[in-house]
């Protein structure tokens, strides 16, 4: 049980820099996500923190001890990989037993311990098996097996979910949750996926270019996205975001859309965002409304994404069902944005107005 | 990083000893007049074995030879080991089992391999010329005009399973997806492997064909056992040659002039065959 | 459908006929060990009474102290291939910088004819006063095997995935105890077969020994070629010393064929 604390970790690759200045400190026992487009330096920090890469300038921590310059084997942690790492040679027992054997801890001991673990995790049928005789989510297990085995202080998952098809990904997701809640140990998972990370975490990070884009909770970094970065990476369908001028509460976008919202104070160019929950169609639109043309609309039980195009620009909506009974692909509808709900950004640097 | 260094020194210091060393020492000798039954220092000659090397009618005999026989093996190699690779791919009855004996033959020691065909096809107690007289066939296999060829017949017989081998690394390592639409597209068997297989393959060939032509070039058991270059100098290849000069005339600058000669045309080939391959890929 | 069925039947013939190129020259070789001078003269006797004088002749000429040397020296060369190419190889494979240079390294050593490097190795031989000793031999050896070795392990390696030694350091163990422990054992069958193959090579090869150690330090090949000059006399005793040569090598190769081809293909087709 420890929390984790990287001061101003920098990571080089010849000259380009990987992470850059990073800050961050996760609290005891919690369960945080990193999240960001391939590339942005999650994975680079997280191998950082296992003692995969060495770093180039910074200093981490776990707990009060200073890891910084520790091989793997002394940091107390344990790791779940991408592809699970399960050794080939080891049965599915042996797998899970074999981080004990660094520990010298006596055999048969370790043996029982690994049954324990396999019967928790409902791989016990399977405990003499090898790796490649098991499913990809009986691997996934195998190696969440070892990972909980030794009671680290810290679990590093490395895109543990991203081999998994849909179905199993999102079973294995809550029982990640669970077992991590049960164990209460200091987590630090990483994935490209957005809505992975909105539904696993206490904490999000959101990553661009080797730095922290925005960090909080899922509520408030999908509610109060500090830039447009954020704002489009995090929530699904994307966020519509329309470059234009506000003036008393009122949009126009440089192609002509005008959009009502409550923000009274702004004045000047901005970015607008709105999330498709929040862009409002009505099929008997008010004179005042801009108008858009239903491209396109995909049901997806309930609720529906329908494409707009007004003035020539693409706008993404989300409605229940229920609202589509006189609108069908071809119809022309009015816009609305719901009340309190638009986000303003500057438009140059694209941060988040107050 | 001293770990990586720690584990790659060994191999580069014993590289350095046992190639890069005696390179250099060889380069020595081919200046010098050095002869084994020499107790003083060698004298230093330049360039003048390399000259007499040039100049030496023989060795460039031995040369022309060597080619002819380096082209006669190898073509034959190429065409049988593609029709066996082939057919054993689609092999499935005892797969191991046929592998393994068809493969056989590059497994055992060249000088027996000569010494058993020269048995085998002696004129008087050989098994072949004699089931071939027995059909009313006189053939003498290392008589005059007729030796060389055998010779090129015995390393195909050893060495077409090493081609064998590579192609079948090879066509196990094309994907399916090209061979199955070229048969969708109504393609013939003969078709699809003129079209799609062999070209899929030639990179793989022409690497075997190098690895195989370097081997060739080497050829001295076979001489060795069999014709000890004769009849006349029919038979005297380059290799065969260069021991004679060092090891029975004891000539040992000269003939390290020789080998360093064969060096620079077997790297002269592997450049031109290198150039190809990349022209091949830019194209 | 008349077509394939064509073609398979040629398939077939062509792997019989060349089955049986294989085959009789052995086969006839074995015959001719267990036959009487006498017998020997008429090739195309098939059904006799076997008889063991050739073997005896043969196993007391010394043929087997040879066979032992040609162990020695293949374990030997084998023994530091495996060891010091195993070490270069996973380095090599593991951090990619500095390989190219290695790799071609080792590449040239393998097509340097054997005539360039002999007589360095003759005439060193002579000055330290081990002409005609297991010790030239041996080194001689290792110019041709450590490379290959080297190039058919580090093929091996890199189909190793990175991430299994990463979660073995994470899982608590030393970067040599993780080598140990999880990639070692994934190589396996590929050292044994690369081991085999060296093995074959070493055995297989004349010319250095015969230069090097043409006396009493002879092995098996260079005492084999010792029959050649006492011609029909002694092929019966040449026969059984062909044997002893080539029935380990060709049973081991059945162990090998397999993992040969993908050393092969990852290894030297696929660069």
Request: hydrophobic share 50%; glycine share 8%.
């Amino acid at each position: 049980m420890a929390n984790v604390t990287f001061s101003k970790v920098n990571k080089m690759y010849g000259s380009s820099r990987i992470v850059s200045d990073l800050d961050l400190e996760l609290p005891d026992g919690s369960f945080t996500v990193m999240v960001g487009p391939s590339g942005c330096g999650k994975s680079t920090s997280l191998r950082m923190l296992a003692g995969l890469e060495p770093i180039t300038s910074g200093e981490i921590k776990i707990g009060e001890r200073v890891v910084t310059d520790l091989e793997p084997k002394d940091r107390d942690i344990a790791m779940v990989f991408q592809n699970y790492a399960l050794y080939p040679h080891l049965s599915v027992r042996e797998n899970i037993a074999f981080p004990l054997r660094a520990t010298k801890t006596p055999r048969a001991l370790a043996l029982k311990r690994a049954d324990e673990v396999a019967d928790s995790l409902g791989l016990a049928h399977l405990a003499a098996r090898k790796p490649k005789d098991l499913s990809g989510g009986q691997q996934q297990r195998v190696a969440i097996g070892r990972a909980i085995i030794r009671q680290p202080s810290v679990f590093l998952f490395d895109e543990p979910l991203s081999n998994l098809d849909a179905k199993l990904r999102v079973e294995t997701r809550t029982e990640l949750l669970q077992i991590q809640r049960r164990l209460g140990i200091t987590s630090l998972y990483v994935t490209h996926d957005q809505e992975e990370a909105m539904t696993l975490s206490d904490r999000i990070i959101v990553m661009r270019e080797g730095q922290i884009a925005q960090q909080g909770t899922p509520l408030e970094v999908y509610s109060r996205p500090t830039s447009t970065f954020v704002a489009e990476f995090v929530g699904s369908p994307k966020m519509n975001l329309i470059d234009g001028g506000i003036e008393r509460g009122i949009f126009t976008s440089d192609s002509g859309i005008r959009l009502e919202t409550q923000e009274i104070g702004a004045t000047g160019l901005v970015t607008l965002g709105i999330r498709p929950d929040d862009l409002l169609i009505s099929s008997s639109p008010e004179p005042t409304l801009s108008l858009a043309t239903v491209e396109l609309i995909e049901l997806l039980g309930p609720r529906a994404i329908v494409t707009l195009r007004a003035h020539d620009r693409v706008l993404t909506s989300v409605v229940g069902a229920a609202q589509l009974a006189n609108v069908r692909e071809g119809s022309i509808v009015g816009l609305s944005v719901r009340k309190n709900s638009s986000h303003l950004f500057d438009q140059a640097s694209g941060s988040r107005l107050p | 990083m001293t770990f990586k260094l720690g584990m790659l020194a060994p191999l580069i210091a014993l590289l350095v000893l046992i190639v890069g060393f005696p390179l250099a020492y060889a380069l020595y000798l081919s200046v010098t007049d050095y002869k084994l039954t020499d107790r003083g220092t060698p004298g230093f000659v330049g360039i003048d074995n390399f000259l007499s090397t040039l100049t030496n009618v023989d060795f460039w005999e031995a040369f022309g030879t060597t080619v002819l026989y380096v082209v006669m093996a190898v073509g034959a190699e190429v065409v049988l080991g593609l029709a066996i690779a082939l057919a054993l791919q689609k092999q499935k009855w005892a797969k191991d089992l046929t592998r393994s004996m068809l493969l056989a033959p590059m497994f055992i020691t060249p000088i027996a391999v000569g010494l058993t065909f020269r048995f085998l096809l002696n004129d008087q107690i050989g098994a072949i010329p004699a089931m071939l007289r027995g059909i009313g066939i006189s053939y003498d296999f290392f008589g005059p005009g007729r030796a060389l060829m055998t010779l090129a017949a015995i390393d195909a017989w050893q060495w077409t399973p090493f081609m064998v081998l590579l192609l079948l690394a090879g066509l196990e390592s094309i994907p399916k997806q090209p061979l199955e639409a070229a048969r969708v597209d109504g393609g013939s068997a003969w078709y699809v492997f003129r079209r799609v297989t062999f070209p899929l393959l030639s990179p793989v060939l022409v690497i075997a064909v190098l690895l195989r032509a370097l081997d060739a070039l080497k050829v001295f058991e076979y001489v060795f056992a069999t014709t000890r270059g004769g009849p006349g100098t029919e038979t005297q290849t380059i290799q065969y040659f260069t021991y004679q000069t060092g090891i029975q005339f004891f000539r040992l600058g000269e003939a390290s002039s020789m080998a360093f000669v064969l060096l620079a045309i077997v790297l002269t080939l592997i450049i031109l065959t290198f150039r190809r391959i990349e022209r091949g890929r830019a194209a | 459908m008349r077509k394939p069925k064509l073609l398979s039947v040629l398939r077939i013939t062509l792997l019989w006929v060349a089955a049986i190129f294989v085959i009789v020259p052995l086969a006839w070789i074995t015959l001719a060990s267990f036959k009487t001078p006498q017998e020997l003269n008429d090739p195309g006797l098939v059904l006799f009474t076997p008889n063991f004088d050739s073997w005896a002749s043969v196993l007391s000429s010394g043929i087997l102290d040879a066979a032992y040397r040609s162990l020695v020296v293949g374990l030997v060369t084998v023994g530091i291939s495996i060891v010091v190419g195993g070490m270069g190889a996973y380095a090599i494979s593991k951090y990619k910088a500095g390989g190219s240079v290695t790799r071609f390294g080792i590449l040239a050593a393998q097509v340097l004819p054997p005539a360039v490097l002999v007589f360095p190795f003759l005439t060193m031989a002579y000055a330290l006063r081990l002409n005609d000793t297991l010790v030239p031999v041996i080194f001689a050896h290792l110019s041709f095997v450590l490379p290959v070795v080297t190039w058919f392990l580090i093929g091996f390696f890199d189909a190793v995935p990175p991430a299994l030694e990463e979660q073995a350091r994470v899982d608590g163990f030393s970067r040599f105890r993780a080598f140990v422990l999880v990639v070692l054992p994934q190589v396996l069958p590929g050292i044994g077969a690369a081991a085999i193959f060296g093995f074959t090579l070493s055995w297989n090869d004349m010319f250095y020994g015969l230069i090097l150690a043409p006396g009493n330090a002879a092995i098996l090949p260079v005492a084999i070629s010792g029959f050649n000059t006492f011609r029909g006399v002694q092929l019966g005793a040449m026969s059984a010393a062909i044997l002893i040569a080539v029935v380990p090598v060709v049973i081991a190769s059945f162990f090998i064929q397999r993992k040969l081809v993908q050393g092969i293909s990852g290894g030297a087709v696929k660069s």
